[in-house]
């Protein structure tokens, strides 16, 4: 079951006085901040929310967290900016790095996770954004985060065999951060339903109790039944094309209908269940498949946009579902879940919640049977 969304009862900031616009210059921090009450069980925390002055929000509180981050060890990289692990008031965070060519990912992200009622506990907690300059002189973004030492799934599923309990606790937790993120929560306190646009392992952490939270929201979207708009465009597909939806490679999504996004991300989200459910060992024998991504049988290693459109939506291929999955009735009905999460027919895909549910039955019988 889903938990139920946080009391919108909020502590706001005390406003101070705008400071001079001389000394407003020098000070490169712009934040803003709501702090949870700590009778919802939430770290009353500042939930800093930074932007310049270019960003057009209103700053409620003046603080500066660049400078009280201590980086230790860069902990990723991708296209979008660089991961590190940091301390922040002697609490382990992590800080993603955007440049400033980024700016756009950087406040996608800092908008969505600033989303009321977005917090949950598959769902990244989220700390601060902010904005300085380097040592180097060079403008920097920064999103700082929880931090969890096991990393993303993808790096946990090449080292680690799940039993069949440890799968469903992935899983599960996955499917229902991914149904929050999806539903729209009506009412004074309630949030926009959230698209992700790029779900897969790597965009998964792990935390230490082997539950998931989703992260990395620079693609996302939003949507309220008060609105007309998406917000996405339609200037070309979004996301990693390996995990990409027939529909997003062909072209053929249509992009102010929220719904064909959410669909997208149940295929993306059937990509990885595939992984997890490879990594499962479920009987006394000890075997399961190696770590695969999705595809890599029949992609070269770094596949472009035209070879995973040619297979998945020409060839119409996917993953291999291995003949041991069908000798468990666990494993099958696994391999049912995930088949119909990537059907090529967005109709005919499974939502988030009947994914949740589905492996919320699964999970009594494990409970009984293991």
């Not at 008031?89 to 969505?112: H, M, N």
Request: glycine share 6%; charged share 25%; net charge neutral.
């Amino acid at each position: 079951m889903i938990p139920a969304p946080y009391s919108a009862d909020l502590r706001c900031h005390k406003r101070r006085q705008p400071l001079p616009e001389a000394e407003d210059e020098k000070n490169q921090h712009r934040l803003y901040s709501i702090v949870p009450d700590k009778e919802q069980g939430m770290e009353a925390i500042d939930q800093i929310d930074l932007c310049s002055k270019s960003s057009g929000y209103s700053p409620y509180v003046q603080i500066t967290i660049a400078k009280q981050l201590n980086l230790m060890q860069s902990i990723g990289s991708g296209k979008y900016g660089e991961v590190w692990h940091a301390k922040w008031r002697d609490r382990d965070v992590a800080v993603k790095i955007f440049p400033s060519r980024r700016e756009t990912s950087w406040k996608t992200e800092t908008d969505i996770y600033a989303t009321v009622s977005l917090r949950h506990d598959y769902i990244l907690g989220f700390i601060a954004s902010d904005i300085a300059s380097g040592a180097d002189q060079q403008t920097n973004m920064y999103v700082i985060t929880d931090y969890h030492p096991n990393g993303s799934l993808e790096n946990y599923l090449k080292s680690h065999t799940l039993s069949a309990s440890a799968m469903i606790k992935i899983a599960l937790s996955a499917s229902e951060g991914l149904c929050h993120l999806h539903t729209e929560i009506q009412g004074t306190c309630g949030k926009p339903a959230i698209a992700h646009r790029d779900i897969k392992s790597q965009n998964i952490l792990v935390k230490e109790n082997l539950t998931c939270c989703l992260a990395d929201f620079g693609l996302a979207i939003k949507h309220s039944s008060d609105w007309e708009e998406t917000g996405a465009t339609s200037n070309g597909a979004v996301g990693t094309p390996i995990y990409m939806a027939p529909e997003v490679l062909g072209g053929t999504l249509n992009y102010n209908n929220f719904g064909a996004h959410k669909m997208a991300d149940m295929y993306s989200f059937g990509l990885v269940l595939w992984e997890i459910v490879r990594k499962c060992c479920c009987d006394e024998t000890g075997l399961c498949e190696e770590y695969q991504r999705p595809y890599l049988d029949v992609l070269p290693t770094d596949p472009s946009f035209e070879d995973v459109k040619r297979v998945v939506v020409t060839e119409k291929v996917r993953p291999l579902i291995c003949s041991r999955w069908k000798q468990h009735e666990f494993l099958r009905t696994m391999a049912k879940i995930v088949t119909e999460c990537w059907a090529h027919n967005p109709a005919a895909r499974l939502t988030a919640l009947r994914v949740q549910k589905s492996i919320n039955r699964l999970k009594k019988s494990v409970d009984c049977t293991y």
